[in-house]
Every structure is written in C-alpha cells, then in structure tokens.
C-alpha cells in the first residue's frame, strides 16, 4: 500500500539519545528506556532484550517516530517508538545515524 508524501510528512521522526534502559520486571523482553530529544525526554518501550542488553543502549543515539499513538506494556507508557530492522531470520537491530548528530534533530 503506497502512502502519499504528504502522509509522509505527517510522521514525527527524530533522532534521540538513551539516557537510561532497563528491563520491566515482569516481562520476558522488554526494555524500558528514557530517551533525550534535546527539548523533551520521553520513555520508549520496545520488546528488544532478545538482541540487546538494556546497558548497552545508553549513551547511543537511535531514530525513533515521536508522534504515534501511545500505548502500555505492562502498565508502562510508551511515548515513542525506536525504529528497528528486522531481516528474514529474525535478527534485529536498532537504526542509528552514521554520524553523530544533535538530540532531536529531524529524519525526513
């Protein structure tokens, strides 16, 4: 299904740096993390723990979509929502930008 480019534009995405991760106890694989967008911070959570320890995400600047409908796991709001590959094996792994650049800057 083709989406317009205007469509497009509507989707708030950013690059955000994780300040804090840690597993939701409870859970099997999900990662709580506070991500820093340079004006605002917001908690993601994302069912990773199966390719990443929660340690190893902070300090890293991921891209993430900041506008999508929030939603609980486990009784934990999820404010934003890291962008991820997934390949045909089932290997994971979180998109990064290939240079640094600031907290909150725009992916367009």
Excluded at 78 to 105: F, H, R, T, Y
Aim: net charge neutral; with cysteine.
């Amino acid at each position: 299904m083709e989406i317009s480019f205007l469509e497009f534009q509507k989707l708030d995405m950013r690059v955000g740096k994780v300040v804090e991760a840690n597993q939701i106890p409870g859970s099997r694989n999900l990662i709580r993390m506070i991500v820093d967008f340079g004006t605002e911070k917001r908690q993601a959570v994302a069912g990773l723990l199966q390719w990443y320890k929660p340690e190893d995400l902070v300090e890293k600047k991921y891209a993430f979509i900041l506008n999508l409908q929030r939603r609980k796991f486990m009784g934990v709001e999820s404010q934003c929502m890291i962008l991820a590959g997934e390949d045909d094996k089932g290997n994971v792994v979180c998109l990064q930008p290939e240079k640094d650049i600031e907290e909150g800057s725009k992916i367009h």
